[in-house]
């Protein structure tokens, strides 16, 4: 990837004692920023634009400091800053460029090739435009693959996950109904037992009364003692009856 450009102040015509303190701000800027010194640079472009507000070539050299540090976002607003001003087709372009290469700093690919196309649109015979746009189209291609097969493997991982919870959820059906049979089958198993253990019950129940004799009250036994000798004696008055009423109706033999 080439580096970015720097406006370098070329016109030395001074208009005024105004228009020169800025211009020998960027100056000075210029040369800490050379030096590798972009704070120092900072400050002086800072300055230049506090001498003249929306002064251009400070604006643009002053995002360039700011790329070194490494501060893209603030970097990205100053050119493109420069590039919603009335500057020239050169300055322009210039501007697209370095905004191509801050956004390929955040990986933002596609941003970077936008920006690249903007800048050889306005300058088409700049060379290292044409190759980092080549380089950003590369860059691009190989994110939007690994994109894809992120989401591929986001899709599989998620099918998998499915698949796995519906096997969990089938294991878990499968476990619940053989366990509810298990418990069924006990149940069953008890009912029987149960069953079974009346009638061994009621079966010992009714030997047992079978085997016992069966008891009745002392009030009981004596009236069927008085009953039965109630009935013995009238027994015994009927056979008298019987047999008086028979010597009675018997002839005597005796010969009188």
Same mark, same amino acid.
Not at 23 to 31: E, L, P, T
Not at 39 to 61: S, V, W
Not at 89 to 101: F, H, P, Q, S, V
Not at 105 to 117: G, I, L, R, W, Y
């Given at each position: 990837m080439r580096t970015i450009l720097i406006l370098i102040i070329t016109t030395l015509t001074i208009t005024s004692g105004y228009s020169q303190?800025?211009?020998?701000?960027?100056?000075?800027?210029?040369?800490?920023?050379?030096?590798?010194?972009?704070?120092?640079?900072?400050?002086?472009?800072?300055?230049?634009?506090?001498?003249?507000?929306?002064?251009?070539?400070?604006?643009?050299?002053?995002?360039?400091?700011?790329?070194?540090?490494?501060?893209?976002?603030?970097?990205?607003?100053?050119?493109?800053?420069?590039?919603?001003?009335?500057?020239?087709?050169?300055?322009?372009?210039?501007?697209?460029?370095?905004?191509?290469?801050?956004?390929?700093?955040? @990986?933002?690919?596609?941003?970077?090739?936008?920006?690249?196309?903007?800048?050889?649109?306005?300058?088409?015979?700049?060379?290292?435009?044409?190759?980092?746009?080549?380089?950003?189209?590369?860059?691009?291609?190989?994110?939007?693959?690994?994109?894809?097969?992120?989401?591929?493997?986001?899709?599989?991982?998620?099918?998998?996950?499915? @698949?796995?919870?519906?096997?969990?959820?089938?294991?878990?059906k499968d476990q619940d109904k053989k366990d509810q049979e298990n418990k069924d089958d006990q149940n069953k198993d008890k009912q029987d037992q149960d069953k079974n253990n009346q009638d061994k019950g009621d079966q010992k129940k009714d030997q047992k009364q079978q085997q016992k004799p069966q008891q009745i009250s002392k009030q009981d036994a004596q009236r069927m003692l008085d009953a039965l000798q109630n009935d013995e004696k009238k027994t015994l008055q009927k056979l008298q009856k019987q047999k008086a009423k028979a010597a009675k109706g018997r002839k005597s033999d005796i010969d009188w």
């Open positions: 303190q800025e211009k020998k701000r960027v100056r000075k800027g210029n040369s800490e920023y050379k030096e590798g010194k972009y704070q120092d640079a900072e400050k002086e472009y800072r300055k230049a634009l506090m001498e003249k507000p929306g002064y251009a070539k400070g604006t643009f050299n002053l995002g360039d400091a700011m790329y070194e540090q490494k501060n893209y976002e603030e970097s990205k607003k100053l050119f493109s800053e420069v590039i919603e001003r009335k500057t020239t087709r050169e300055e322009k372009a210039a501007a697209y460029y370095n905004l191509g290469n801050t956004t390929m700093k955040e @990986n933002k690919f596609q941003e970077s090739v936008d920006a690249f196309k903007n800048s050889l649109r306005l300058n088409p015979t700049d060379k290292n435009a044409k190759y980092n746009l080549e380089y950003a189209r590369k860059k691009l291609k190989q994110q939007q693959q690994q994109q894809q097969q992120q989401d591929q493997n986001k899709d599989q991982d998620k099918k998998d996950q499915e @698949n796995k919870d519906q096997n969990k959820d089938k294991d878990k």
